[in-house]
């Protein structure tokens, strides 16, 4: 597999309708703004898992004490754009 840039921890990436998968060969059809936690591999070469927070759930609030409440499949393309600076 290629290795692509992947956005680090609190980088903010905003994911359009088909862009993201909430669970394999689901695609989502709503947009999300996430806070990445982290990214990993996923059986799908196309996507990725992002674990991260919604913008609201600041990273020291007391409101989301878990590590993530995002997990999703999010297409390589978009994490590597957003690494590269290239989408707000
Ligand atoms: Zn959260």
Redesign the pocket.
């Known amino acids: 597999m290629t290795v692509r840039p992947v956005p680090g921890p609190g980088t903010r990436v905003s994911v359009r309708p088909a862009e993201w998968q909430p669970s394999p060969g689901i695609e989502g059809q709503t947009y999300h703004e996430i806070v990445i936690v982290s990214v990993h591999e996923s059986h799908d070469p196309r996507f990725a898992w992002v674990y991260g927070?919604?913008p609201d759930?600041a990273w020291r609030s007391a409101d989301?004490s878990?590590p993530?409440?995002?997990e999703v499949l999010v297409n390589v393309d978009v994490l590597a754009a957003a690494a590269a600076g290239e989408r707000p």
């Open positions: 927070h919604g759930c989301c878990r993530f409440c995002f």
